[in-house]
């Protein structure tokens, strides 16, 4: 059984305890049980059953607070006791800020999700040869503190110290690039061809990720050496979430990888995976497609992990992906926690079993 999108339900919680009954309350082994709900939080009291009758001793309320830095002001002024993690990240600087106050634990734990820049596959200008160069000409060194290889992060199954290829930065060379494909530099510096500007439209959000405007202006300045422009547009996360999947109205987008057992196929397959009603969201590679179909039908291990080699050079050579930021699960909590652990899951990821609140 997956994180998502499946779930085990106990009969009891539908109407004739059948598959199509209408539902009547959540029957569940966890730590907590619903005592209150609203669009502003949730208010989770200890389920008695839990851990063989042997329940938490506190209180969780889950509070919705949809800007990161406001999230940081939340921890500072005592309303929340824990934030961070995948759902309800901060900044890398609010991080660093807090870690010089001892009235604070930061706890960072091992994660497998990675950020990155996906190209619209229906942009007809942008071909494999200016993806290229656009990734020639982002200094990723500046993005991140972990050195950015590939796509995804070396913990990820299939992933190894060799088969992802690291592209480094190279300003001239991406030069070439552009003009390799009839683009001339303007007077305002940019490159051009039949009077048209070489010039995207970024889509970000920082709602749940509040560090891509930074990465964004960075890789805005870095292209802006290389003579390509870059338009950033911030959305709110219901409209970010509309353009990428529905509207399509973007040239290039930040985006994340899925986490944990989801990587990598289900992710690539999601994602990039063309089919017959069209092609992927991310991408329009067939080849890539085949490969990610000999894979679902290949049991043996060490075919998988060839199949999975060849992926990865696929990514690489047509430029699918332009890694931004591997992420560790990080969070902040207050004196009010003794002892905090991961669980291991980034959607889930406090292991209330061992939470320890004073």
């Known amino acids: ?143 991140s503190d972990k050195k950015l290889v590939g796509l995804f992060q070396e913990n990820v199954k299939y992933v190894s110290t060799d088969n992802q290829e690291n592209i480094p930065y190279d300003l001239n060379k991406a030069r070439s690039m552009f003009e390799s494909e009839g683009y001339v530099e303007n007077a305002e510096g940019y490159y051009e061809k039949a009077n048209n500007v070489l010039a995207f439209d970024l889509v970000i959000q920082t709602t749940e990720f509040p560090e891509w405007k930074e990465q964004a202006e960075i890789i805005e300045s870095d292209l802006k050496k290389a003579g390509v422009k870059v338009n950033i547009n911030i959305f709110d996360s219901e409209s970010y979430y509309d353009v990428l999947w529905n509207t399509k109205k973007y040239d290039m987008i930040f985006y994340r990888t899925y986490t944990d057992a989801l990587l990598p196929y289900n992710f690539l397959n999601s994602l990039y995976h063309n089919t017959a009603e069209g092609h992927g969201v991310l991408a329009n590679d067939a080849k890539l497609t085949n490969l990610l179909d000999d894979f679902a039908v290949t049991i043996q291990e060490k075919k998988q992990q060839q199949i999975f080699g060849n992926i990865f050079k696929r990514i690489s050579e047509e430029t ?36 320890v609140v004073k």
């Open 1 to 143: 059984c997956q994180t998502r999108p499946l779930r085990i339900m106990s009969p009891h919680s539908v109407e004739g305890e059948k598959v199509d009954g209408a539902f009547k309350e959540a029957i569940g082994t966890g730590a907590f049980t619903v005592k209150e709900i609203s669009a502003e939080q949730v208010l989770m009291e200890p389920n008695p059953y839990y851990n063989h009758g042997n329940p938490v001793n506190y209180q969780v309320n889950f509070k919705t607070i949809e800007d990161g830095n406001s999230r940081t002001l939340a921890l500072k002024s005592g309303e929340v006791d824990v934030v961070g993690g995948t759902l309800g990240s901060i900044t890398d600087s609010d991080i660093n800020s807090l870690k010089k106050d001892k009235s604070y634990n930061v706890h960072k734990f091992e994660g497998t999700m990675s950020h990155f820049l996906a190209f619209n596959p229906d942009n007809q200008v942008l071909t494999s040869t200016i993806r290229k160069g656009i990734e020639l000409a982002v200094n990723k060194s500046t993005l």
């Open 320 to 355: 699918l992906a332009i890694p931004i930021d591997y992420k560790d699960e990080k969070f902040v909590t207050s004196s009010k926690i003794s002892e905090f652990h991961y669980s291991g899951l980034s959607d889930a990821p406090i292991d209330f079993k061992k939470l």
